[in-house]
């Protein structure tokens, strides 16, 4: 997970089903080592949005 990747709010198995978020990650911070714990993100509908912790998101595309 880096700064550029296309990534996707994990689901919960609901009914009916949640409309999948995606949103591209601006910023990322980590511990002493070197672990990510939070990132920025900007959703597919534009707005940028405060920290939210890494394991909340998967990535489904990588940037370069």
């Avoid at 997970?1 to 089903?17: E, I, Y």
């Avoid at 707005?47 to 890494?54: L, N, V, W, Y």
């Amino acid at each position: 997970m880096k700064v550029g990747d296309l990534v996707s709010l994990k689901m919960k198995k609901t009914q009916p089903s949640q409309v999948p978020r995606h949103a591209i990650i601006l910023n990322t911070w980590r511990n002493h080592k070197s672990k990510i714990l939070e990132i920025e993100v900007m959703w597919g509908d534009g707005p940028i949005s405060k920290r939210f912790r890494a394991d909340l998101f998967e990535v489904i595309d990588e940037s370069r």
